[in-house]
């Protein structure tokens, strides 16, 4: 019997002849749909033109919008872009920036058209607060010098709270049209002081206006700072129990205010502004647990042994006083970060002598400053808990960001070369290495790991990124430092508030000098991170790290190009690497170019002491 053949189930009988039929069509079928669908059916890209082209010229180009110039020549019909115009002050020390509100586009040089130039957010108003320091009145020498140190240090505080410090003097009050008249009337000699006060704030136009020894202290977002930070005072204000350390107002509501006190005073024999107005003309603000005021009476009850010093020799006694606030003010700041200082350190088995310099630094912020009264604490913050050598706030070096209140974010961002190098153990990086081996944007992917997951696109994790160095909220949680560069910047006390207690001591008084990087507490490492370095790896990094700052630097064309293919492969990792740089340089051109305005003002500022490191605080001696 033949054999019977079916076809959806029903049986068909096949002669040989219908068989080659059907044999041909279903070949003519076959051929026809794969020439149809081949075209989409294969996955289009890099990943194709990489495999074919792997051993040609793969290296990635920029995107073409990175030069204004090969669009416009492949297109002509598109408009040449313009690249938007210089900002001032916008490059130093090898970064230049763009400041615009559309920071957060993952690449800046869709923006700015220049692939050296970083998009960075708009720089926040600094609203202005004054002092009244009065340059006329005869000092020694040695007080002129302690309350230099002081203003510094009050200087500093407040510019590192987002605000620009200003320090008046008799000048700005001589300027003032109402000085001739009170110049004219026979006022008590305090009175006569505090007006001079007011003429010199009246003088540059209202804000705030601050007592040299009120400071802020309180992390960045505390209520009283946040209001004051906003820059708008609609109504004459003064703080509850604050004396005269504080004052808000509107150029309008100053004036009225001055002239009333001059011409219309409530008393005659009035000793200061506030006795000389009526009750009516300020809002009494009850709140203020962000503000430290050191006047004479806190002193005398909370810092009795200062205001002992302050009494046998005011020249000392001021110097005790500004070791006081200055360590008030670390003391503060470590208040505001429980969950200690995060070292990110990704991939940690080759990056140990990358990370050093922030691991130095977070050291040194958690070490105890020098203090003539270790165990007390702000006047504002009664209940903190005094810094104890014996037990330092927790370092740890987790290979991951993570966005967490309380946490303080040391990062030290590596140019793609950089972490190549060091992971690899690899110092003869070429072309064809870059192409066949390089993990792409590796240090960026294995930072955000965390945060974003895996199979995030480059982009995403740059924008996170950005968000992180530079959102309103990282600013005080976190400070990004390039790894390439050879110390730490030495402003940073300006970045914190206060002097950083840089090679401290270990009990904060004695003699006894910084414990080597072999005796301190070894910051927290989590197994889960990854591997730490065997001690013939960890001698191999220091020679890498240098050799990687000399390609950075090298102007040969072969270690430029290599450098240009690695960027070119890095986009996002490049990019970060750019914004960080940029970012950190552009808040120390803002505080140089204050610096540089304040210079022609009287009262101190601009003096050699801005970049003195703290080396005199350790030699504290009672
Ligand atoms: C960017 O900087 C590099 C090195 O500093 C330089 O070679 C390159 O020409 C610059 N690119 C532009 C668009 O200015
Ligand atoms: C971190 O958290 C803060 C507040 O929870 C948020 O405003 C900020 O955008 C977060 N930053 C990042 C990089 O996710
Ligand atoms: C801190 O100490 C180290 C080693 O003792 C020294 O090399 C460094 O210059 C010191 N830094 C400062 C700022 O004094
Ligand atoms: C800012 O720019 C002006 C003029 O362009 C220059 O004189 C000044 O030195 C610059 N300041 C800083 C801090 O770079």
Redesign the pocket.
């Known amino acids: 019997m033949p054999k019977q053949h079916t076809l959806f189930g029903r049986p068909v009988r096949l002669s040989p002849r219908r068989i080659s039929l059907l044999l041909v069509g279903l070949g003519l079928f076959a051929f026809f749909t794969l020439f149809i669908t081949l075209p989409s059916s294969i996955p289009q890209g890099p990943s194709l033109s990489k495999t074919l082209a792997d051993h040609k010229i793969p290296v990635p180009k920029v995107p073409k919008i990175h030069n204004p110039f090969s669009s416009s020549i492949l297109n002509p019909f598109r408009p040449a872009i313009h690249a938007p115009p210089e900002q001032k002050n916008s490059t130093y020390g090898g970064s230049s920036w763009y400041a615009n509100w559309n920071w957060r586009s993952p690449f800046s040089s869709s923006v700015t058209l220049d692939e050296n130039r970083s998009l960075l957010p708009p720089l926040k108003d600094r609203p202005p607060i004054y002092c009244y320091y009065d340059t006329t009145v005869q000092r020694e020498k040695a007080t002129q010098e302690a309350e230099s140190d002081l203003l510094l240090t009050w200087r500093r505080a407040w510019w590192a709270q987002g605000f620009k410090p200003i320090i008046l003097s008799a000048p700005e009050a001589i300027n003032n049209p109402l000085y001739d008249e009170l110049q004219r009337l026979n006022l008590e000699p305090t009175f006569k002081t505090d007006m001079m006060r007011w003429l010199a704030w009246e003088n540059m136009g209202g804000g705030l206006l601050a007592h040299h020894l009120l400071f802020p202290m309180a992390p960045r977002d505390d209520a009283v700072l946040s209001y004051l930070r906003r820059g708008e005072y609609p109504v004459l204000s003064r703080w509850e129990g604050m004396d005269n350390a504080l004052f808000a107002g509107t150029k309008t509501a100053i004036t009225e205010a001055v002239t009333k006190a001059l011409r219309h005073p409530e008393r005659k024999d009035a000793k200061d502004f506030i006795s000389a107005v009526s009750a009516d003309t300020f809002l009494v603000d009850p709140k203020h647990e962000g503000l430290a005021s050191y006047d004479p009476r806190t002193i005398e009850t909370k810092f009795a042994k200062v205001g002992e010093q302050l009494g046998a020799n005011r020249a000392t006694g001021l110097q005790s006083l500004n070791y006081l606030i200055n360590a008030h003010l670390h003391l503060s700041w470590l208040g505001s970060f429980p969950k200690g200082i995060a070292v990110v350190k990704p991939l940690p088995e080759h990056t140990t002598t990358m990370v050093q310099p922030a691991l130095d630094l977070a050291t040194w912020l958690t070490s105890c400053p020098d203090t003539p009264m270790p165990a007390t604490c702000p006047p504002n913050l009664p209940k903190c808990s005094p810094c104890v050598a014996t037990h330092p706030m927790k370092i740890s070096t987790p290979a991951r960001?993570r966005?967490t209140?309380g946490l303080y974010t040391i990062g030290t961002v590596p140019h793609p070369y950089t972490f190549a190098a060091l992971n690899t153990l690899k110092s003869d990086i070429d072309i064809p290495w870059v192409r066949r081996k390089m993990n792409r944007d590796l240090w960026l992917a294995e930072l955000t790991k965390e945060?974003l997951g895996t199979g995030v696109s480059g982009s995403a994790r740059v924008i996170?990124?950005k968000?992180?160095v530079a959102?309103?909220?990282?600013t005080a949680h976190s400070i990004w430092l390039t790894a390439e560069r050879e110390t730490l910047p030495h402003d940073l006390d300006w970045y914190f508030g206060f002097a950083i207690p840089v090679n401290a001591t270990d009990s904060g008084k004695s003699e006894t000098p910084v414990p080597g990087p072999e005796r301190r507490p070894k910051p927290y490492h989590d197994p889960g991170d990854g591997l730490l370095p065997t001690a013939e790896d960890l001698m191999l990094e220091p020679e890498l790290m240098q050799k990687a700052r000399d390609i950075g630097k090298s102007k040969e064309k072969k270690d430029i190009d290599v450098r240009n293919a690695i960027e070119a492969w890095n986009l996002a990792d490049v990019e970060a690497w750019k914004f960080a740089r940029a970012f950190l340089a552009r808040s120390r051109v803002e505080r140089l170019k204050w610096e540089e305005e304040e210079r022609k003002y009287a009262g101190g500022a601009g003096s050699d002491k801005e970049d003195k490191r703290s080396g005199g605080w350790s030699r504290w001696t009672e």
């Open positions: 960001y966005n209140t945060h996170t990124f968000e992180a959102g309103d909220w990282a």
